[in-house]
């Protein structure tokens, strides 16, 4: 009888279900083997001054270069790695190739002074995460952490506020990721201090059509004036929409309109022909 309940154990579980299991498992120790394997890299998006169109920054967006299924989006390993408890370590692995690669792209006399990257909520709960932070040596000014408004609707957490606290310290800012999407309170992230806070993509979809969105995108915009927070929307793809947003005071865009996230080789060339083009003009 016991037999027969183990064997009917899977059958608690749908086709679906246990297909999901086995693919979670399978992906999970893939994730394991790419970390061992360096296969997590940043792939860099450019942010442009809104008014004179000049490259402020950089976002970098991790990607997973897979041996066989090619260049992998976050979306296909950020929630597995979470669950598994990997994602500070992918984090961590893109931070410091972010890191290199600065400095790689300064011997090449592209001048790229600070890159954003995201952080994980699970990173800034890590009580080790200020430890491995300074192993990378990081220099003032060069790195700006990317956070998602829900990290501040948890309670208040003890280990989290004096990572931002050190954080901070180590002269590395804060930006607000996904802002106006997160309910959370303005309070809470205004004592962050962040430096520039990015519009969401969804607000940025719909304003040259919507009224609403066009407004609520307004008063985002206009608290960014009123406390000296800069203000990036993201996920500009139209020109009807960089218009719009220009015309409502938005200090820097970034989207497919502009470029795509490339890979640093890429960026490297992207940069070149930039830097040719700002010359000759
Ligand atoms: P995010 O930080 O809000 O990044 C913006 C996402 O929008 C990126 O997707 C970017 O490639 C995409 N995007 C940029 N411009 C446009 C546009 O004009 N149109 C459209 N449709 N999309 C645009 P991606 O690279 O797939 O990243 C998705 C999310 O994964 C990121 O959202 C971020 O939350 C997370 N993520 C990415 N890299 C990392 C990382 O290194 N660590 C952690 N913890 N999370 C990361
Ligand atoms: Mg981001
Ligand atoms: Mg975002
Ligand atoms: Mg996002």
């Known amino acids: 009888r016991a037999k027969e309940l183990g064997r009917n154990c899977f059958e608690f579980f749908s086709n679906d279900q246990q297909a999901r299991i086995v693919k979670a498992r399978e ?15 940043p792939f860099y998006q450019p942010q442009f001054d809104a008014h004179s169109g000049e490259i402020v920054g950089v976002e970098a967006l991790a ?37 290199n690669d600065l400095k790689f792209w300064e011997e090449q006399g592209i001048s790229v002074e600070h890159a954003s990257v995201n952080i994980s909520s699970p990173r800034l709960r890590d009580e080790n995460l200020i430890r491995r932070l300074k192993e990378l040596q990081i220099e003032p000014g060069r790195i700006t952490f990317e956070l998602l408004e829900s990290i501040f609707l948890d309670d208040r957490d003890l280990v989290v506020e004096r990572n931002l606290e050190k954080i901070k310290q180590m002269g590395i800012d804060i930006e607000i990721d996904d802002f106006g999407t997160g309910h959370a309170s303005i ?19 719909s304003i040259d059509t919507s009224d609403e969105q066009r407004r609520l995108t307004k008063s985002m915009i206009d608290m960014g004036k009123t406390l000296n927070i800069e203000v990036l929307a993201e996920g ?16 820097s865009l970034q989207g497919y ?25």
């Open 27 to 41: 992906v999970s120790e893939e994730i394991l083997w790419g970390l061992e394997l360096g296969q997590f890299i």
């Open 63 to 99: 990607r997973w270069d897979h041996p066989d299924k090619g260049v992998l989006s976050p979306f296909e390993f950020l929630k597995v790695a979470e669950d598994i408890n990997v994602i500070d370590d992918i984090d961590h692995d893109v931070l410091a190739t972010v890191l």
């Open 187 to 205: 309070i809470g992230l205004l004592n962050l201090e962040p430096k520039r806070i990015k519009i969401d993509r969804q607000f940025v979809t």
């Open 236 to 251: 500009v793809e139209t020109e009807g929409q960089a218009q719009v947003l220009r015309e409502l005071g938005v200090d």
């Open 257 to 281: 309109l502009y470029a795509k996230p490339m890979s640093a080789h890429d960026f490297n060339r992207f940069m070149q022909d930039y830097k040719a083009q700002v010359k000759a003009s």
